[in-house]
Each structure stands twice: as C-alpha cells, then as structure tokens.
C-alpha cells in the first residue's frame, strides 16, 4: 500500500486531494498547520487518516517521513497578494519550507515528490497558451518568484538524490471549499451588497480557471515514477482549456447567485488595468502534456465559476 504525505492537506486542493488518495487507496499521513485550511475540509476522510498539526516552519518534520512513499508538498501561501504587503511572509511558507521538506526527504530517504506550482512562474508569457518548456521564466509577482525559487530547489534536490519529482503548474482553481480568489472575492462582496460589485482593475484581466475535480483528476493521472521513468524534474501544466476575463467571472457569479442589475465599479487599476501589483493580465496554459497521460478537463472557465459560487452560496 502506497503510504502518501500530504503537506497543507487541510486546504482546499489539499483536502479533497486527500479525499481522493484515501478512495485509491492509498495510506494518508497529513501535515498542516491551519493557517487558512481547516479541519471541516477533513470530515469525509478524517477517521481513515493520520493528521499531524505542524508548521513546516517548525521542527519534527523528519518523524513523519517514516515509510512514506511519496510526499505531496502543497502547504504555501496562496495569496498572490500578500507578496505585495509581506513578502518575507511568502518567501518563508513558500521557499524556506519547501527546502525544509526536500532536506528532510534527502536525510530519510524518501525520493518522490509531488510539488504544487503556479502559472505565475511563466510572468508574462509572449506565448499563450503557454507551454511547460516556455522561457524566460520571469515571474512578475513574489508569489510566481517563491514558486518558481521552490521548483529551483526541488530540481536541485532530483539532481542531488536521485529524486524525482512532478511540479504541477496551475492555473487558477475554483470548487467547493474555495477559499480565497477572485470568485471568492465576489461572492463575499455580493453577500455584504447585492446592488454593487467593486472590481480591481479594468476587468478585462484574462485567465484560465479550472475545476478542483480536474485538479485532483490531473494531479493522480501520472506519478513522479511515470513523468521522470530516469529520475528527475518534471514541470506538467494543469488548467482548463479556455480563458475568460474577469468582467465573465462577475457576471457568472452574479447568475449563479441569482443577481440581476448589479453596478460593477471598476478600480480601473495599475499599469494598463492590472488588479494589482504583480497581476498577470493573460494567462492560459497549454495541458496537451498533461492529456497525454490521458487527462480531459471537464469544466470550463465559466462553468467552474458557476460552480463555485453555488456551492459558496449553499455553505456561508
Ligand atoms: N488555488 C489556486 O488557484 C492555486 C493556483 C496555483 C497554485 N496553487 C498552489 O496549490 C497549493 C494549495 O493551494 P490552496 O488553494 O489549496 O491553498 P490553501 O491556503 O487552502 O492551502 C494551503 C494549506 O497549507 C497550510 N499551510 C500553510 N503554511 C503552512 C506551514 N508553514 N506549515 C504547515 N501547513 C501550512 C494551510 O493551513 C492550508 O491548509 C498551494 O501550494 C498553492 O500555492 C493554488
């Protein structure tokens, strides 16, 4: 039996990337601190697992590797914008606790990991849809640099220790238990006022979002064994296969919530419309590496927002 530790377990992907490997199963050790994930996520699975409340930031990482086959690392910090206000924050959770963990696989022995990445490694890609081997890579957020600074360890690491490990590129995902982003964002500003709707930036910001059912789906479609049979480093996007822009996003929001004639009040933003300091403004990623392992997502952009806002509106 595959004894897989997963790191941030109590979070969003995590959780129901938990879920999933439970119902494979697969024995599952979860380390997370809950700092923004909780242990409701967990209710499904919580008596067929072991949950460890640490902080990666602090020691005892090394008694959990003990027969552990395979570590899936999400534990981070998320928020692209809290690299603007405490980037030291997002360097410590998202660069020093992933060297952390590679450390700790080094000295036990354990030699694959499933790493989770961002699409905000590519910055401002010239080429959309933006494909795994796209250079330069030049984030253009600390949290694209963080994730991209943690890739560059964990290559160091395969190389070093014959390890081997998938580095999982998302694009933005949205599901059940969601909770941080633009839908999110929404929803909650919609509850506190159904008349208006403030976005940042002009709106017309164009990504890819994709259902966490296709995240799970991708992340268990190939192993570290499968993308690096030699050993080594694999970077694999994840994502849906269209884009819309974030005025699309209000809008589904808005139908899913039932919400008609709502004002939307743009912040008109940074720097030719950004959201933020740090935002992409066109980010689709190419997954034709990921479908040849026979991944298909199901959901589309709009359709993984609608579903979202539903389930947020049924549980807050
Ligand atoms: N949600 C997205 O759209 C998206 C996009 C790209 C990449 N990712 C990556 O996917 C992973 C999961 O993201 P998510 O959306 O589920 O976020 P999340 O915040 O729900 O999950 C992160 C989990 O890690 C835990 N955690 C944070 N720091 C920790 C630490 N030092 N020690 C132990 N636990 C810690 C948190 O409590 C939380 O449960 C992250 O690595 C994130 O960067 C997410």
Known sequence: MTHSLVTGGAGFIGSHLVDA????????????????????????????????????????????????????????????????????????Q?????????EAMARCGVRDLVFTSTSTVYGEASVVPTPEEYKPLAPISAYGQSKLEAEQLIERFCAMESGRSISFRFANCVGPRSNHGVTFDFFHKLRADSGALEILGDGKQFKSYFH?????????????????????FAAINVGSE????????????????????????????????????????????????????????????????????????ENY
Not at 94 to 102: E, F, G, K, L, S
Not at 214 to 225: F, R
Not at 257 to 281: C, H, M, Q, S
Request: charged share 25%.
């Open 21 to 92: 490997l439970v119902a494979r199963g697969d024995r599952v050790s979860v380390l997370d601190n809950l700092s923004s994930g909780s242990l409701d996520f967990l209710a499904g699975s919580r008596d067929a697992i072991e949950f460890h409340r640490l902080d990666l930031l602090d020691n005892g990482f090394d008694a959990m590797l003990d027969g552990i086959d395979v570590v899936w690392h999400l534990s981070a910090n998320p928020e692209v914008r809290i690299g603007i206000t405490e980037p030291e924050k997002m360097f410590r």
């Open 94 to 102: 998202n660069v020093d606790a992933t060297r952390r963990v590679i």
């Open 212 to 232: 966490v059912a296709d995240c799970i789906a991708g992340m268990l479609a190939v192993s570290p064994a499968e993308a690096c049979p030699n050993g080594g």
């Open 242 to 313: 269209d884009g819309i822009d974030v005025v699309t996003v209000a809008d589904a929001v808005c139908e899913a919530l039932g919400l008609a004639d709502v004002e939307y009040n743009f912040t008109g933003g940074i720097d030719g419309g950004r959201g933020w300091k740090g935002d992409v403004k066109r980010m689709l990623l190419a997954v034709e590496k990921l479908k040849g392992f026979g991944w298909t997502p199901e959901f589309g952009s709009r359709a993984a927002i609608c579903d979202t806002a539903q389930w947020l509106d």
